[in-house]
């Protein structure tokens, strides 16, 4: 199947400063990601908090513009943001994030607020347009007697819907979600994510779930692909990489997953603190805190390869050259 | 007194009321010398505000009624004072709100010396020398050279420790850590829940540790409360709660914990929402969302009630023994 979205090597580098007076230094934030996403598939993203993801979430819509590589939708390149063409384009794609309360208009109710995207795309004609409000809000499980109420009238979990049913009013083929329920409760967290994978199996919606809860992602993802420091630095489907994660990095993430009633002896504790992004470490990124580097990993980037049918990482000692020379090495 | 009674801290009928709403509603909770005990529940339920309560730190528009005993001693409507000598000293808080963290504008190094100065009376030398031993021991690298930075030359996980370091100065009995790594990556929070482990090993001090993370709190307690809209509905050790939750609440909230280590499959959220503590359900709090309700729950309240297996339970129906061992996780059993 042809992707829906795909991303070819993109790169987003932001300038900051450093403390008042400080030089500017830029700030890698994607570094050379490319994805692949079709319809009715979830694509997971996990990583530590500044490794790229929303920055990634948002160039896939073409609201952060890439500075280099490029963004392919139905095959197409992404139009200008700003442009008509992106403007019609946008209702095809559509972006859910944490906050519900920002996301939403505290003046207008949630009838006004989900019918919104109907009225502005000019999508169906004004006297179906409640209806489908109707239909709407039933598809994300909320009762018709809160259409009429306003954002804090309602709970977190509820307020989060209501912004899912805005998003799916478009009948949007791509929905890319940033920690859409990372606010919420787990007892409702887990209603809100089971109304996306409904409305996204129904829909054959494709779906990028960002998320640093590798709880959630397993369970609404397909495929997920790991960050660290702006790179992928390993991708394989869901139930693999849960099961056998295999660059270090990835290993670590599953293995501090706190799980009820498994002690924490036994668990893979990395050293050291991630990095500052504006003072990335030399050759792979993660050597500072890596159990495994060698030499060739303070100096030379690893390249993100094929280690098994439908999965890649990016590590000299589990999928590079490094690898091989290891075994040869142990050989003589 | 003192030594004859095993319990630290002893929390009895303890309400808080802000602003003519109730919203903790009678906690009797008792923490015992060097144990940690966790204390779980969703956003609003009252964690915070327990200790809060406890220590006198809420504002003075709350209403605290009650009993707060430490080592025997009343701190309800104590002077201040008396309570000023207790927080710090005997117990000291690492608070949620992160703007209560780090004083920005005063390197680290200092902030720990003034901890060590108001707690244990050390100055000069041998108060830095105490400030760069409490900076190894919470794990920071090459103490000397960083005990004049500032805040923001930390990262989280460093000012994390950092906030622990400060805590500890006071040699306390009990550490009460409010969700200490929630706003930590996963696998920085697996550090300091390490961290956390190795310093009451190594001190004796007690632990409450606060958190929604069911996950966390089963890797550094032994005892845990479960709480629900103002009160604790569960209360059993750690092995007891995991292995059979008996409060249909404790069971949804473990159901809805997506798992890791299981096939990709639908979550089983609780139906409904949290009650406005405005308008707190008749009956049982819990009974407009538990599957297991029957009339008498909608009309009676049922009180925290100590069990033959040495668990405290607060339900009408608890879920069956036999049906609540139906998801035993891995590591209890071991
Ligand atoms: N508008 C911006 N200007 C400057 N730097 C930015 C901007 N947005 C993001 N960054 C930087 O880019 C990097 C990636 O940020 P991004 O928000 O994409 O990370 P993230 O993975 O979504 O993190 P989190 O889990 O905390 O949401 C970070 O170092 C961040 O500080
Ligand atoms: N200063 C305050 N003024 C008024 N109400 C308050 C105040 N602090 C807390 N509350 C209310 O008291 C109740 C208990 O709050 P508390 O902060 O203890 O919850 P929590 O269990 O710690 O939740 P979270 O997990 O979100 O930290 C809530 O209903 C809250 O709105
Ligand atoms: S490349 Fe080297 S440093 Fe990077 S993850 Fe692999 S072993 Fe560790
Ligand atoms: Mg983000
Ligand atoms: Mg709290």
Known sequence: ?332 | MGSANPNLVELRDLKVTFDGVEVLHGIDLDVARGEALGLVGESGCGKSVTWLAALGLLPGKAAVTGSVRVDGRELCGARRSALEEIRGGRIAMIFQDPSSSLNPVLSVGRQIVEALRLHRGLRGGAARAEALRLMDMVGIPDPPRRFDLYPHEFSGGQCQRLMIAMALAGQPDLLIADEPTTALDATIQAQILDLLNTLRAETGMALVFISHDLGAVSQVCERVCVMYAGRIVEEATVAQLFSEPRHPYTRGLFDAIPRIDAPRQRLLPISGTVPNPKHLPEGCSFSPRCPRAVDACGRERPPLTPLDDGRRLACTRPVPLAASRRRIPQGVMQ
């Open chain 1, 1 to 332: 199947m042809n992707p829906l979205i795909e991303a070819n090597d993109l790169l987003r580098i932001y300038e900051t400063r450093r403390g008042l007076f400080g030089r500017t230094s830029p700030v890698r934030a994607v570094d050379g990601v490319s994805l692949a996403v079709v319809q009715g598939e979830t694509l997971g993203i996990v990583g530590e908090s500044g490794s790229g993801k929303s920055t990634l979430g948002r160039m896939l819509l073409g609201i952060d513009p890439a500075q280099a590589g490029e963004v392919r939708f139905s095959g197409r390149p992404m139009p200008k943001s700003g442009t008509a063409e992106w403007r019609a384009l946008r209702a095809k794609m559509q972006l859910v994030y944490q906050d519900p309360l920002a996301a939403l208009d505290r003046r207008l109710t949630i009838t006004a607020q989900i019918g919104e995207p109907l009225e502005i795309h000019r999508m169906i004609p004004k006297e179906h347009r409640a209806a489908r409000v109707a239909e709407l809000m039933a598809a994300v499980g909320l009762r018709p007697d809160q259409a009429g109420r306003f954002p804090h009238e309602l709970s977190g979990g509820q307020r989060q819907r209501a912004v899912i049913a805005r998003a799916l009013a478009s009948r949007p083929k791509l929905l890319v979600c940033d920690e859409p329920v990372s606010a919420l409760d787990v007892s409702i967290q887990a209603q809100v994510v089971n109304v996306l994978r409904d409305l996204q199996e129904q829909n054959g919606i494709a779906m990028v779930f960002i998320s640093h809860d590798l709880k959630v992602v397993r369970n609404i993802a397909d495929r997920v692909a790991v960050m660290y420091l702006g790179r992928i630095v390993e991708e394989a489907s869901s139930d693999v990489i849960f099961q056998s994660p295999q660059h270090p990095y990835t290993k670590a993430l599953v293995s501090s997953v706190p799980v009820p009633g498994k002690p924490l002896e036994g668990r893979m504790i990395l050293q050291g603190e991630p990095p500052n992004p504006a003072e990335r470490p030399s050759g792979c990124a993660f050597h500072p805190r890596c159990p495994l580097a060698r030499d060739i990993c303070r100096t030379s980037v690893p390249a993100l390869r094929q280690i098994g049918s439908g999965r890649t990482a990016a590590c000299h000692i589990v999928a590079g050259e490094a690898a091989s020379i290891e075994t040869l090495r142990r050989r003589a």
